[in-house]
T-cell receptor, first 113, second 110 residues
Framework: QKEVEQDPGPLSVPEGAIVSLNCTYS??????FMWYRQYSRKGPELLMY??SSGNKEDGRFTAQVDKSSKYISLFIRDSQPSDSATYLCAMSINAGNNRKLIWGLGTSLAVNP | DTEVTQTPKHLVMGMTNKKSLKCEQH?????MYWYKQKAKKPPELMFVYSYEKLSINESVPSRFSPECPNSSLLNLHLHALQPEDSALYLCASRQPGGYTFGSGTRLTVV
């Protein structure tokens, strides 16, 4: 079993739809939870960063963390064609005196006009 | 300046060449990372520098040699690479609110 599970999709939705992206994890030592968006041939762009259970909202994006169920979600409201990208969840864990990111596989999203 | 800048954006090199990738950040972040990313895969950690000292090497072959000359600059020296090393090489820096990635160098080894 991978430490972080994420359905790679692809996910295809019409413009204006609400998108729900999810990751599950098995390691209770994960401390910080992130969502990144990556366009083709570009570096990942940080969308959301959370560390406690609950919801965090930023514009059209809402990140949800449920530590008891080891489950995180990203919701995108009023999705736009420009949201078409790969969405990666990432979780931070201590590694000696530093921290490492453990990644999900990424979900490919297409928003159709 | 809230960016991580990587140069070059594209690089084609032969298996006998020596080349270097460069990464700069001026955000004062003291932890910097090199990642390798293959198509349709998540980034794979290679090296971590903390306060200009190498703190994590994920068993990367010696044909990849990292260097951190100062707190703003990170280099990755490449020598005798193989075609399977072709990938997107990403640099990142870590701050309290997450990690900032550069746009990457797309490397092709021929």
């Amino acid at each position: 079993q991978k430490e972080v599970e994420q359905d790679p999709g692809p996910l295809s939705v019409p413009e204006g739809a609400i998108v729900s992206l999810n990751c599950t994890y098995s390691n209770s030592a994960f401390q910080y939870f992130m969502w990144y968006r990556q366009y083709s041939r570009k570096g990942p762009e940080l969308l959301m960063y959370t560390y406690s259970s609950g919801n965090k909202e930023d514009g059209r994006f809402t990140a949800q963390v449920d530590k008891s169920s080891k489950y995180i979600s990203l919701f995108i409201r009023d999705s736009q064609p420009s949201d078409s990208a790969t969405y990666l969840c990432a979780m931070s864990i201590n590694a000696g005196n530093n921290r490492k990111l453990i990644w999900g596989l990424g979900t490919s999203l297409a928003v159709n006009p | 300046d809230t960016e991580v800048t990587q140069t070059p954006k594209h690089l084609v090199m032969g298996m006998t060449n020596k080349k270097s990738l460069k990464c700069e950040q001026h955000m004062g972040h003291r932890a910097m990372y090199w990642y390798k990313q293959k198509a349709k895969k998540p980034p794979e950690l290679m090296f971590v520098y903390s306060y200009e000292k190498l703190s994590i090497n994920e068993s990367v072959p010696s044909r990849f040699s990292p260097e951190c000359p100062n707190s703003s600059l990170l280099n990755l020296h490449l020598h005798a690479l193989q075609p399977e090393d072709s990938a997107l090489y990403l640099c990142a820096s870590r701050q309290p609110g997450g990690y900032t990635f550069g746009s990457g160098t797309r490397l092709t080894v021929v």
